[in-house]
Nanobody, 126 residues
Framework: VQLQASGGGLVQPGGSLRLSCAAS????????VGWFRQAPGKERDFVAA????????YYANSVKGRFTISRDNAKTTVVLQMNSLKPDDTAVYYC????????????????????WGQGTQVTVSS
């Protein structure tokens, strides 16, 4: 199983970035997916999650209304659209996947996830 996160970069405050998580080696529609982020010297924090079915989504309060998570099971990809970015959003962003029996469940705890991508750096600075 491989999860490949991409799309990070340097953006000014108020700007947007689109992160992608491409999955391979698994039956993607059986897996719930989440995004987490880790800033230097801080713990890894939950950002957003989406269920197998894509019906359910869940966001950290800090990103609600600014970030949108979506998935395309045919393309085995999850996208995190990030708008109105702030310097506090600066971190390495990781996608993670877990095989989920319930098609509509989402998971906000890092310990719930089994497979992790390598991370992509997002820097928000003027």
């Amino acid at each position: 199983v491989q999860l490949q996160a991409s799309g990070g970069g340097l953006v000014q405050p108020g700007g947007s970035l689109r992160l992608s998580c491409a999955a391979s080696g698994l039956t993607f529609s059986d897996y719930a997916v989440g995004w987490f982020r880790q800033a230097p010297g801080k713990e890894r924090d939950f950002v957003a999650a989406i269920s197998r079915s894509a019906i359910s989504t869940y966001y950290a309060n800090s990103v609600k209304g600014r970030f949108t998570i979506s998935r395309d099971n045919a393309k085995t990809t999850v996208v995190l659209q990030m708008n109105s970015l702030k310097p506090d959003d600066t971190a390495v962003y990781y996608c993670a996947a877990v095989r989920a029996g319930d098609r509509d469940s989402v998971y906000a705890r890092a310990s719930s996830y089994y497979w992790w991508g390598q991370g992509t750096q997002v820097t928000v600075s003027s």
